[in-house]
């Protein structure tokens, strides 16, 4: 018999759990557009997402997932032919990259390995080769939710620095933004964009982008801008024109009380939480690994994500069960979805997310469940994961 009966935990990473709270948010009438409540649902929104990005620049919110954000934050500074240097550890700045080439960018990629992060010498090598300056743009992600990587976005911008190149430093952070630190004008990123589904807590649906001074004036010669992406007209003095149209209402009612969460909370705190849920988690795979089938994808522990960790899996000797076998285990029979490798890692790894609106007995309870899917399916594994967990978060979380 399944004992999947009860609230399915949703432990894939991104769309996350949405808050009660925010569902309730949501649910009201819809109202008038033109003047009363919602423009100031608006202000604060614009003024809080600085607060969130660590901006004094302009802020945007599109009516869109985090693949329309990458398109605004490239349309809004990119003409054709313009070319543009991705920085991949993972699948979501290649993702980005394509979205460039698509608009008629010239792309180019340094190849990185998905089991490290980003080697800020590499890039730096690589600028100062660029003599002309042909390089107009470089494209990066913070967390990389399908490797599991954390880049080091401050070494990163550090080393492009120091070479005195002008390329625009752009910046994904959907997978990090309220996970952990990001600070766009103090480690001197022009462009940073990010979704509402992950760390934000809010459903799907809405997408954000930073801009600098820098950014800005790259803006007014840009030739890829089209009217919905376009900075300047939502820079515009109507409440409509910050939208482009008919504003997303109640995905903005649920933003709103979903900052209100965040923030009162704190940032600093949010991000201790992740910290500690991601260890928590870490210590779990670290035992199971000793069983030689499950193990790290990323190799260094210093580049392991806070919102997510993904874990290969090795072929079970003398078995032909596979990670689809846990993944359905862990699914129908006990009511836990766990998130899938991607990409390059289809069929061969899966990914528990930490990340947003998360706590203890929801990160215990997964591993839980996955520690009994492996008794189950008779995966050879270390024992004692979830104890390892329990066992950190004890000496961890002060009495």
């Known amino acids: 018999m399944p004992v999947s009966a009860g609230r399915e935990f949703l432990s894939i990473p991104g769309p996350t759990n949405v808050p009660d709270a925010v569902l309730q948010a949501m649910h009201q009438p819809a109202v008038d557009i033109y003047s009363g409540g919602l423009i100031h649902v608006t202000t604060s929104l614009l003024a809080d997402l600085k607060k969130v990005f660590r901006t004094t620049g302009d802020t945007y919110i599109y009516a869109a997932n985090g693949h329309g954000a990458w398109e605004a934050s490239l349309a809004n500074v990119l003409s054709r032919g313009d070319k543009v240097l991705v920085l991949a550890s993972g699948r979501f700045a290649q993702g980005w990259g394509e979205t460039a080439a698509a608009m008629g960018a010239e792309v180019e990629t340094i190849a990185g390995d998905w089991k490290r992060a980003v080697d800020p010498a590499e890039v730096s090598a690589r600028l100062a080769a660029d003599k002309a300056h042909a390089i107009k743009a470089i494209l990066v992600v913070q967390i990389d939710t399908a490797s599991g990587v954390v880049n080091d976005i401050p070494a990163i911008t550090k080393a492009i620095k120091a070479t005195g190149h002008p390329a625009l430093i752009m910046v994904d952070v959907v997978a990090s933004l309220g996970c952990m630190p990001f600070e766009m004008d103090a480690w001197g990123v022009d462009i940073a964009m990010a979704g509402s589904q992950k760390g934000l807590m809010a459903p799907p649906g809405l997408g954000f982008v930073a801009a600098n001074a820098r950014a800005k004036a790259a803006h007014r010669s840009a030739g890829c801008v089209t009217p919905y992406w376009d900075w300047t007209f939502r820079d515009g003095p109507e409440h409509y024109m ?56 990323i190799a260094d522990s210093r580049e392991r994500a806070c919102s997510v960790t993904t874990v290969l899996w090795s072929n079970v000797p003398g078995s032909n069960v596979g990670v689809q076998a846990l993944l359905d285990y862990c699914r129908v029979r006990c009511g836990v979805v766990l998130g899938v490798g991607i990409g390059g890692l289809d069929g061969k790894a899966f990914r528990i997310a930490h990340m947003g609106h998360v706590n203890a007995p929801m990160v215990l309870g997964t591993l839980g469940v996955i520690e009994a899917g492996l008794q189950a399916l008779k995966v050879p594994h270390g024992k004692g994961g979830v104890q390892a967990a329990i066992d950190w978060l004890g000496r961890n979380v002060p009495a």
């Open 242 to 297: 910050k939208y482009a149209g008919t504003p997303p209402e109640h995905l903005l009612f649920g933003l709103r009380k979903a900052f209100d969460m965040l923030l009162a909370e704190g940032m600093e705190a949010a991000f201790r939480r992740h910290e500690l849920l991601a260890e928590a988690v870490r210590r779990a795979v670290g035992v199971w690994s000793e069983g030689r089938v499950l193990s790290f994808n």
